[in-house]
């Protein structure tokens, strides 16, 4: 007679773990350029500034430069658009 392992539950991989922890960074970025461009223009704020915004802010703790960025957040913002 074999033995049936008591845990039956489906192991997490690596790849389970990253893609997670990628759907929830894509979520953060997301609310953050829509609550930034709301900030800055209200209901119609630019989505682009506000991934500007963004990343310029993000570089300030990256090893980046306040304009790399902007210009990553932006295209971020453009990005996340032309996927919609």
Do not use: C
Not at 73 to 80: D, I, T
Request: proline content about 4%; aromatic content about 2%.
């Amino acid at each position: 007679m074999t033995e049936q392992p008591m845990d039956d539950k489906p192991k997490a991989t690596i790849e389970d773990t990253l893609r997670a922890v990628g759907e929830d960074v894509v979520e953060v970025l997301d609310s953050a350029v829509d609550q930034t461009s709301k900030f800055i223009g209200g209901e119609n704020g630019n989505k682009l500034i506000g991934g500007a915004a963004v990343g310029a802010l993000a570089a300030i703790v990256l090893p980046i430069s306040i304009v790399t960025g902007a210009l990553l957040g932006a295209g971020y913002a453009v990005l996340r658009k032309s996927n919609r």
